[in-house]
């Protein structure tokens, strides 16, 4: 469908326009921040309506742990509802909240795991509005994830770039990508992330930077996203004659010998520097070794040279199975084919 930019939605993007090119909505980008985009009609909810995830989701003060820590960093800033809703009204400042949840992470230490967040409670007053998503693709950048193809495609490709040589793959992680971005909040609701505190009160999180969730962020870096893979996209082809490495929002991965990998992370890590800032990619998260998982698929780079389902993804499998299908399902049910 064609999407139509209102006036007052083009003033909510600020100096982003379709007729930019790449480098000047990159540029844009990094010195305004990145907007979100809301509805014309959005009415914001002011935390009525609103309940938080019920408290099983998540082991017990994970979410206040989660938050305290982002406050710290300067990430968010968090505030009692009751008194957050009054100073907002008082400045005559929109304000839209949100329930949100952690998701528990395998390994994670303290266990407070990954905040999610969708900003769609309640029904209705959303910031997930209709046509956001094909907007946020025509002014920034359309999103297309690597796919299980593509990897086995870099596998192949690496094996016959480097005959008879050990092959080994890498992949590397932007520290803090989305917190990187910061949001432009002036002309839209202030969106807020709704928790209660282990005192019983009900406190919201508003963000400073940019909050994965909001459905805004990932389409704000994948063109930070687009810039580093092009360059390392471009080293590839003349160094190899083949693309070996590719990217998944921030994740960064190649394939080749081990000192074809040593020096592509090498380049990858001084690009996303200069772009992100110092430390820009996370040492202690970087992998490389012959039998890694790159996008939820174990990659065997010895001479078997299998790809196959990483047990977080074949985790994520069966709980989408047991989570989307009905617990009365009966034979010649029918399920919806994406569960599957």
């Known amino acids: 469908m064609q999407i139509t930019v209102t006036t007052d939605t083009q003033h909510t993007l600020g100096p982003i326009a379709l007729g930019m090119s790449f480098e000047e909505r990159l540029h844009g980008l990094a010195v305004e921040g990145g907007p979100l985009l809301v509805a014309d009609d959005f009415v914001p909810n002011k935390g009525r309506g609103v309940r938080p995830y019920p408290t099983d989701i998540a082991p017990p003060g994970a979410i206040e742990i989660h938050m305290a820590s982002n406050q710290r960093k300067g990430r968010v800033i968090v505030l009692p509802l009751a008194f957050a809703r009054e100073a907002c009204g008082a400045e005559d400042i929109p304000f839209h909240v949100s329930s949100c949840m952690v998701g528990q992470k395998q390994d994670a230490v303290p266990p407070i795991g990954r905040l999610i967040s ?120 003349r160094d190899t004659g083949a693309m070996l490495s590719g990217m998944y929002t921030d994740d960064y991965f190649v394939f080749g010998n081990a000192e074809y990998v040593r020096q592509a992370c090498a380049n990858f890590t001084a690009d996303a520097e200069s772009r992100l800032g110092d430390n820009a990619v996370k040492a202690e998260k970087t992998l490389c070794g012959s039998d890694i998982d790159i996008i939820g698929y174990a990659n065997d780079t010895t001479p078997a040279h299998t790809i196959g389902l990483s047990l977080s993804l074949y985790m994520k499998m069966v709980c989408a199975v047991y989570v989307m299908v009905a617990m009365n399902v009966q034979p010649g049910d029918s399920i919806p084919v994406h569960t599957l």
Not at 184 to 213: C, H, K, N, Q
């Open 118 to 237: 969708d900003y769609s409670h309640p029904l209705g007053a959303s910031l997930m509005f209709e046509g956001k998503k094909a907007i946020n693709m025509a002014h920034f950048t359309p999103i297309r994830n690597p796919t299980a193809a593509d990897i086995c495609q870099m596998h192949a490709k690496a094996v016959a770039a480097f005959p008879g040589e050990p092959i080994v793959a890498a992949r590397l992680d932007i520290a803090s990508a989305y917190n990187r971005i910061r949001v432009r909040p002036r002309d839209i609701p202030l969106g807020a992330l709704l928790f209660e505190g282990s005192d019983g009160e009900t406190y919201v999180a508003m963000p400073i930077v940019e909050w994965f969730g909001s459905q805004d962020s990932n389409f704000h870096f994948q063109m930070i996203t687009e810039d580093l893979a092009s360059l390392a996209a471009h080293r590839s082809i």
